[in-house]
């Protein structure tokens, strides 16, 4: 079992630049590639209504990212805090939403296919004004 907890999310302006964690305890963290989702206002709160945005492997030496935030975004993770990081550049209103992450045994392609994944965590509100 894991236990995921996101943190770091606000109110912030366009341009602005913030930083969203997730946090793991339970089975080691280094045997889960973990990805950042996000889910919009207005959409329905089911696993199937949130959009891919980042995801790492295991060790973090790939990643992937949807092609609304690459440039933008960057995710990082460090294996020895349990921890993974979804550093957010250059904020548009777009980006608005509930940020979720997720852990699973399988590879960070994974996360572009599927949402029936390992964990989920509860979320951290990330708004961004114009």
């Known amino acids: 079992q894991v236990h995921l907890v996101e943190s770091g999310g606000g109110v912030v302006q366009a341009g602005a630049s913030l930083r969203v964690s997730c946090a793991a305890s339970g089975r080691s963290f280094s045997s889960f590639s973990v990805g950042w989702f996000r889910q919009t206002p207005g959409k329905e709160r089911a696993f199937v209504a949130r959009d891919f945005v980042a995801a790492i492997s295991r060790s973090g030496d790939r990643s992937e990212y949807d092609d609304s935030v690459k440039g933008r975004f960057t995710i990082s993770r460090d294996n020895a805090k349990n921890t993974v990081h979804l550093h957010m550049n250059n904020l548009k209103p777009n980006d608005t939403g509930v940020y979720y992450c997720?852990?699973?045994?399988?590879?960070?392609?994974?996360?572009?296919?599927?949402?029936?994944?390992?964990?989920w965590g509860q979320g951290t509100q990330v708004t961004v004004s114009s």
């Open positions: 997720a852990a699973d045994f399988r590879g960070p392609g994974i996360f572009r296919i599927t949402r029936e994944l390992g964990f």
